[in-house]
């Protein structure tokens, strides 16, 4: 257990030095930062000390292994737009970020895995394929449109939740959180459906298949032919071998969730560390941007440890493969 680990935290450092590298590179020929931090009058000698004091004269080598070291200290310079530290802006904006996209995950699970249930154990019913039917919705249409229709309906016309904005927060620590405040809750109601609509249909649909296929193997009729009651069938035997793959998936998906609320945020104005760097592009504000790629990594790399560590809780047979391979050793 021990040596898996250590070899997938060598992995993780391994995949969190190629985004480095990735977004280091690729954000370097965005556009010229020195443009967006002074005006258009400002002499070329001026020009030329900024960029000497900021290192972007230095070789691209060099400053990748700056940006590299500093990342490892936590720390990724000066935001070019506004001059402030990168780290105190992100930190600002990730509450937002982390309580909306676990707000879509946990909507994501509480809905799609229960009607993945029933649609895969009650397949022919008109009720399963009404809900396969509504469940397009959440995979056809793009999230900006799912988002416009709801403000459209539930803020234009029902006047019933707010559109934009966090609502009412409260301030502990540094950490600010919508849910100690009605008005607070009220506002991640919208941005929550909207970011985990796509979640919610993926995981019913992976739910119901693994279901289908699990309710045809020779377990599941020889408990059957035991006596075994439905719900000690379809929940005690079948579900618990459909969680692998969900966990699998819902895992992925979380980080999705977290790298791809910027759309969301967008659309609803939400504070949080996605609208913080698409006006990072805006503004060719290098620094932002590579740090924002840089969580991001970080959140998928521990996410996919947290995955394969639960792996050992959900299913036996590799917890009794890793302890064959640890006694052959």
Request: glycine share 8%.
């Amino acid at each position: 257990m021990l040596a898996f680990i250590l070899r997938r935290l060598a992995q993780s450092v391994a995949v969190l030095l190629t985004v480095g590298l990735v977004s280091f590179f690729l954000f370097r020929y965005v556009g010229d930062p020195i443009n967006a931090m002074v005006g258009q009058d400002t002499p070329a000698v001026e020009r030329e000390a900024l960029r000497q004091k900021l290192g972007l004269n230095d070789p691209a080598p060099v400053q990748f292994i700056h940006f590299i070291a500093n990342a490892a200290r936590g720390q990724f310079g000066l935001s070019y737009r506004t001059s402030e530290p990168v780290n105190r802006m992100i930190l600002e904006r990730i509450p937002a970020t982390l309580e909306l996209s676990f707000c879509a995950a946990m909507f994501a699970l509480w809905v799609g895995v229960p009607m993945g249930v029933y649609t895969g154990l009650y397949p022919k019913h008109w009720s399963s394929r009404a809900l396969q039917a509504v469940s397009l919705i959440g995979i056809s249409l793009p999230t900006f449109l799912i988002g416009i229709l709801l403000i459209l309906f539930f803020s234009v016309m029902l006047h019933w939740l707010p559109s934009f904005g966090r609502g009412e927060t409260v301030t502990i620590g540094w950490w600010t959180t919508n849910f100690l405040r009605w008005k607070g809750i009220e506002a991640l109601i919208l941005p929550s459906i909207t970011l985990g609509l796509f979640q919610l249909t993926l995981l019913m649909r992976l739910v119901r298949s693994e279901m289908l296929e699990v309710m045809r193997t020779d377990y599941i009729k020889f408990a059957r032919a035991r006596g075994l009651s439905n719900r000690a069938i379809n929940f005690g035997h079948a579900l618990k071998n459909t969680l692998v793959p969900v966990i699998t998936v819902a895992g992925l998906q979380l980080g999705s969730l977290i790298a791809f609320a910027l759309v969301t945020e967008t659309v609803f104005a939400w504070p949080g560390v996605g609208q913080l760097f698409i006006q990072s592009v805006q503004f060719a504000d290098i620094p932002v941007m590579a740090a924002y790629l840089m969580l991001i990594g970080l959140f998928f790399v521990v996410i996919n440890l947290g995955v394969d560590l639960l792996y050992f809780a959900v299913d036996p047979r590799l917890r009794s493969q890793v302890g064959g391979r640890a006694g052959a050793h």
